[in-house]
């Protein structure tokens, strides 16, 4: 069960409206979720909606009318559940508070069976409202979020980032003791408001300053009193996600105290050191590559030019494939990339991609460049080979959609991989990063980041998750 989202919450001291204030970071935070969002101001019901923020007229007539000084908000896409309004955030538990989660909860069987122990739990209850629903059991004995979320954190296995609106008017925000997903903290001088975001961009959207990350195993408690935390959780080894360095993540964000862009440009570098290929262009795959093909071009010194454009004029030219959640629709963004083929046509072409999961976007872009006249294509991967589910918030929750899993099994060796993706691609040469180059990049020891989905070490859970189906994943 999973959610690769965004969240966001704000609390205006100055008692200033903050609904407009979490449609713009929401807005700023699209790219993390293109299926639905939502958001709940305090003194009003939750307003959600299936789709990318504020696309009609009655969404902004709606939220005008939703005037409070905290609230909360969500974008999503899902790994699990149907897209389907009523599976959007923030959700209500009770008349108690609302909750929007990042994250996975890899042991929702058990959870459940804690959860049933004292109420009775529907079966299509999502991760996320089973969570609220449990959180909501520890506290009405506890009556104390700090003594609440140290309980529920020893119940919980997975990921989280979350932001809670109580119904005392109080903001919360948690991050899980590994630190899997980002959760930073913002200042906003003119109107003393704290906001909680994903991501530090949608800070910068608001005008705010970032403060500081959310720590892993952190409550942070923002009412009437002030700003107040507390560690739920202490844990010496975290584990970061690095697909939030290569893809996820704006390239204007920091996390965990590094800026996603020149990490990534970092990483292009690293890629040119391992791989010294002949080439007459670099050109990254729109958008998320665009930084490392700089860094690549750099390293190389073989000349960066943009050989490949999303059509920007159609509706939706912006949306990312790897987050929709149906095939067809992955397929139909990608095919609204083409070629310029004034700087393709005859070359020796050095594609910079952030990852290649199921191939389907990889296919797509060698046919358009091949059609566009490129005489030799080779392509580089920031991320190294994806060769095991992921079950802390990503989109590939099966081996066998897995393009590494189906040309190359259980087999490891970097330069087996390369070769048999390359002649599923079709293409020339694929040259994958490895675990050391991406660790460079980034700027982390690799002991600090999750990496089960490279290795199949899983270690970073408490237990070994229950390997299921897409389709388990999505009814």
Known sequence: MKEMCGVIGAYSFDEVDVSQYLV?????????????WGIAVFGHDVYKKLGLVVESPEDANIIDGMSGNVGIGHVRYSTKGRTAVENAHP???????????????????????????????????????????????IYNQHKDWQSSFEILSEELNGSYSMVVLTEERELLAVRDERGFRPLCMGYQEETKTYFIASESCALDSLGAR??????????????????????????EKHAYCPFEYTYFS?????????????????????????????????????????????????????????????????????????????QKRREDIVKKVGAVRA?????????????????????????????????KISFVITFPPIRY????????????????????????????????????????????????GLSRGIGLPSS?????????????????PKFRSREEMKD
């Open 91 to 137: 959700i209500k538990i009770g008349n108690f508070f609302f909750i929007a989660h990042n994250g996975t909860i890899a042991n929702v069987d058990e959870l459940t069976s804690k959860a049933s122990m004292e109420s009775s739990i529907p079966s299509s209850v999502t991760d996320t409202e089973l969570v609220g629903i449990r959180l909501k059991q």
């Open 343 to 375: 700087i393709v046509d005859g070359k020796n072409v050095i594609v910079v991609d952030d990852s290649i999961v199921r191939g389907t976007s990889s296919l797509i872009i060698a046919d358009i460049l091949k059609k566009a006249g490129a005489r």
């Open 250 to 326: 704006n390239p204007s964000s920091y996390l965990n105290g590094i800026s996603v862009y020149l990490a990534r440009k970092r990483i292009g570098a690293e890629l040119a050191k391992k791989y010294p290929i002949e080439g007459d262009v670099v050109i990254p795959v729109p958008d998320s590559a665009r930084p490392a093909a700089y860094g690549f071009s750099m390293e190389s010194k073989i000349p960066f030019e943009e050989g490949l454009m999303k059509d920007r004029y159609r509706k939706r030219g912006s949306l990312r494939s790897f987050i929709e959640p149906l």
């Open 448 to 464: 600090e980041l999750c990496l089960s989905c490279t290795t199949g070490d899983y270690s970073c859970l408490k237990c070994i």
């Open 210 to 235: 970032l403060i500081r990350d959310v720590k892993p195993g952190e409550l942070v408690k923002i009412d009437k009193s002030g700003i107040s935390t507390h560690m739920f959780c202490n844990e």
């Open 389 to 436: 589910p992921c079950y802390a918030g990503i989109d590939f929750p099966t081996k066998e959609e897995l393009i590494t899993y189906r040309f190359c099994k259980d087999k490891s060796d970097l330069s087996h991989i390369n070769e048999m993706v390359a002649f599923a691609l079709n293409v020339d040469f694929v040259g994958y990063n490895d675990i050391g």
């Open 24 to 36: 713009r970071g929401l807005e700023s935070l699209q790219h993390r979720g293109q299926e639905s």
